[in-house]
């Protein structure tokens, strides 16, 4: 599965893309792949805040619950609202089904993701066993 | 010195086990047993279950525990233990039935299979077999017959849907339109003579369990020829997954959910599946109290209104926010395209239309008490 390398990743599964100054999130391949039929998004609101590390919303599947994880921190500048109705397009391509747009808090905080390559041979590694 | 014992292994797995693996499943532990949850490469729990609903689907349930009572007592001994009339089974027929604590909760639920004259075969829960053996063992020893458990002797597959009985007729001789819903027959099965066929399912569905001999090379035949002779009906493996959904539209209940051993028979609503015209089994009279005592709470069925999916025990509560009750499954539901719940609730909260809400993270979201079951199969035209 090609991670893209502009985007940079988090151990739990999701990705940032960033242009400096703002960043948009989703969830990894690997995520929707090892979550299954993905039937319900739970997405902040535009203008909350999300912070680093801390969880933002929740993503489901027919069988479980997952939260979802901030890369980074900021202010929530734009919802995709398709996914309210059509949440089986982060199935489809996990890489362009976007969740959330947001306004970098601290740009700064990307440096400590992984890249793709890492990120690559991290799931590697988690699905090896 | 000390002696060698034998371990039972943590986590059990079914003759088809390797067979699951090599076909990609995705696997979990399911009540100590190592069981396939889907399978991602025929399309996943949402595309198994409706395969089920529109189609054929197999399913490996040899999880399932199996006992056999046998004996000049056997009726006697099945009606002792079980809140469902077995007087009125004719031989090759099943019913749905319960065991029963005697405090009126539950044991587990069971199928009892009349074989013969004297001879009845309960299946049971996976996750109680031990407990259900053990206990039906304990409860009967005052009849003439024995009890035996049969649950390692067969690997059971499910094959449900409606174009489960075309697929079936291809690999027996027996003739199946003959069997009617919960009866069973016997016939050569994929050239294995003498095979139980029971049109029974846990699916809301048509369908038929099989019951072949448990060693892993007839298993994986009988899986394989299945899977090849139901190519033409579009057949796909299912897994737990899809199991649990399927039942759960069907509003059928699992055990540890909406039936334990802290949950009556009254309050589960298994109300028709209980004789109390039979003069005596276990639990009788408990129930017969707790019915004049009233009902203080009872399985509803909820749709979501407002988005969110309810989980398995997850608060329910009033409109003032006061907790009422709980949720004791809950998922989407595939075929239907709804969020669906199955709650414990006081009577008051659980009439048709009442609007309650499920607290999902922290928020009350709103949801509604509707007809149960949520999905009714077609009747064949």
Redesign the interface.
């Known amino acids: 599965m090609p991670y893209p390398s502009d985007f940079k990743y988090t151990k739990e599964h999701e990705w940032i893309k960033s242009d400096g100054r703002t960043a948009t999130i989703g969830i990894t391949s690997y995520a929707q ?1 090892s979550l ?2 993905i ?2 998004v ?1 997405l902040p609101k535009p203008g909350s805040e999300i912070a680093a590390g801390k969880t933002f919303g ?1 993503v ?4 479980a ?1 997952s939260d979802l994880y901030a890369p980074a921190s900021g202010a929530v500048a734009e919802v995709n609202g398709e996914l ?1 109705t059509a949440p089986e397009k982060i199935n489809k391509d996990a890489h362009s089904a976007w969740m959330v747009k947001i306004t970098l808090k601290d740009p700064g905080e990307l440096n400590s993701l992984m890249s793709a390559a890492d990120y690559e041979k991290f799931v590697a590694e988690e699905g090896g066993h | 010195m000390s002696a060698v014992e034998a371990t039972t292994p943590l986590i059990r797995k079914t003759a088809l086990n390797a067979v699951h693996r090599k076909m990609g499943a ?1 696997m979990v532990e399911f009540n100590g047993w190592d069981m396939p ?2 399978y ?1 490469s025929a399309g ?3 595309a198994e279950h409706n395969a089920v609903r529109s189609g054929v689907g197999i399913f490996d349930v040899s999880h399932m525990g199996d006992i056999r009572l046998q004996g000049p007592e056997a009726l006697a001994a099945v009606q002792h233990i079980s809140m469902n009339d077995a007087s009125r089974l004719a031989i090759g027929q099943a019913q749905y039935s319960a065991m029963l604590y005697p405090q009126g909760t539950f044991v587990d639920d069971v199928i009892v299979h009349r074989l013969g004259e004297d001879e009845y075969l309960l299946v049971i829960n996976a996750g109680t077999r031990e407990k259900d053996f053990h206990w039906v063992r304990d409860n009967t020893r005052q009849f003439d017959g024995k009890a035996e458990n049969l649950s390692d002797d067969f690997t059971q597959i499910a094959i449900q849907g409606p174009k489960g009985v075309e697929l079936l007729q291809k690999l027996t001789d027996a003739d199946l339109s003959a069997v009617k819903f919960y009866w069973v027959t016997r016939g050569t099965v994929c050239g294995l003579k003498n095979i139980l066929i029971a049109r029974t399912g846990y699916t809301a569905e048509d369908g038929f369990e099989i019951y072949v001999p448990s060693d892993e090379a007839t298993s994986t035949m009988v899986w394989n020829r299945l899977l090849e002779a139901g190519s033409a009906f579009g057949v796909l493996p299912c897994g737990l ?1 899809a199991r649990n ?1 399927l039942r759960l539209e069907g509003k059928l209940p699992l055990y540890g959910h909406e039936i334990s051993d802290t949950i009556n028979v009254w309050e589960a609503g298994l109300d028709r599946f209980c004789k109390m015209e039979k003069p005596e089994f276990v639990g009788r009279a408990a129930l017969e109290k707790a019915k004049a005592a009233g009902l203080k709470r009872t399985l509803a069925g909820l749709e979501m209104v407002e ?3 309810a ?1 398995d025990g997850y608060k329910v509560l009033d409109e003032g926010g006061r907790k009422i009750g709980y949720v004791t499954s809950g ?2 539901a ?1 075929f239907l395209k709804k ?1 669906i719940a199955l709650a414990y609730l006081p009577p008051e909260f659980a009439g048709l239309g009442s609007t309650i809400r499920v607290e999902i ?1 922290g928020q009350g979201v709103k949801a509604q008490v509707v007809p149960t079951p949520f999905y009714k199969r077609p009747k064949k035209t």
Not at chain 1, 60 to 63: A, C, L, N
Request: hydrophobic share 30%; aromatic share 6%.
């Open positions: 792949d299954g039929d039937v319900f739970d929740s489901e599947s027919v069988k619950v309210a | 995705r949850v889907e991602p996943g729990i949402i997954g959904t988005r969110g999916i989980r998922s989407f595939p969020n993270r």
